[in-house]
């Protein structure tokens, strides 16, 4: 019903930058929260970065300074700018957003969903 889908991943030089997408479609009445997290080999899912519906930012520790986040409600996108990226950065990204649905009877429903993952791959 709702499906998020990711582009912009790829293979990338260490000091490189790519910008991530994420758009969200379907049977949508709104979207709240939107973010991306990573999954590196051998670790857990961890966040990147969120952003709220009015435009607030939170940023985890390692791309502070180097990331943004950013947001296109009219068309329920939301994007990662990552610059100066290492080969720790190597990794699955995925988006995640908070999606309300009007559901049968008229009922909303809010339910977070998750993308299928792009892959960033930092290397020489």
């Known amino acids: 019903q709702v499906q998020l889908m990711e582009s912009g991943g790829g293979l990338v030089q260490p000091g490189g930058s790519l910008r991530l997408s994420c758009a969200a479609s379907?049977?949508?009445?709104?979207?709240?929260?939107m973010g991306w997290y990573r999954q590196i080999p051998g670790k857990q899912r961890e966040l990147v970065a969120l952003?709220?519906?009015?435009?607030?930012?939170t940023y985890a520790d390692f791309v502070k300074g180097r990331s943004a986040i950013s947001r296109d409600n009219a068309k329920n996108t939301v994007y990662l700018q990552m610059d100066s990226l290492k080969p720790e950065d190597t990794g699955v990204y995925y988006c995640?957003?908070?999606?309300?649905?009007?559901?049968?009877?008229?009922?909303?429903?809010?339910?977070?969903?998750w993308g299928q993952g792009t892959q960033v791959t930092v290397s020489s």
């Open positions: 379907g049977s949508i009445f709104g979207v709240n929260a």
């Open positions: 995640n957003a908070d999606v309300s649905t009007i559901g049968t009877a008229g009922r909303m429903n809010l339910r977070n969903y």
């Open positions: 952003i709220s519906r009015g435009g607030t930012t």
